[in-house]
């Protein structure tokens, strides 16, 4: 299991991923779609990801906007686990 990163990993961290921001114990980054099925099948996307690294999102939808939040539960904060679904996540739109 990842361990949970050390306060002065974080900027390095994120700075792979500039489209997250860090919220606390997270990261989190809001999408915006043309409409809610399209809202949908990216939820979709980002769900096959997430099944296949056994490492899942909090995710909300509002319409055409979709939030995710990524933390490593277990450890209590953000793992390098968070940051590679981060960028597996934005490969999936420009």
């Not at 050390?6 to 999408?31: C, K, Q, S, Y």
């Not at 399209?38 to 980002?46: D, E, G, I, K």
């Not at 990524?70 to 934005?90: E, I, K, N, P």
Request: charged content about 25%.
């Amino acid at each position: 299991m990842a361990e949970r990163l050390p306060p002065d990993a974080l900027p390095p961290a994120l700075a792979t991923v500039p489209r997250w921001h860090l919220d606390g114990a997270e990261i989190r980054r809001e999408f915006r779609f043309p409409d809610f099925a399209a809202a949908l099948r990216f939820v979709n996307a980002v769900g096959d990801l997430a099944e296949s690294a056994n490492h899942h999102p909090d995710i909300d939808i509002r319409w055409n906007r979709v939030t995710l939040r990524l933390s490593t539960h277990s450890r209590g904060g953000l793992t390098d686990l968070d940051f590679a679904l981060a960028a597996r996540v934005d490969a999936l739109v420009p």
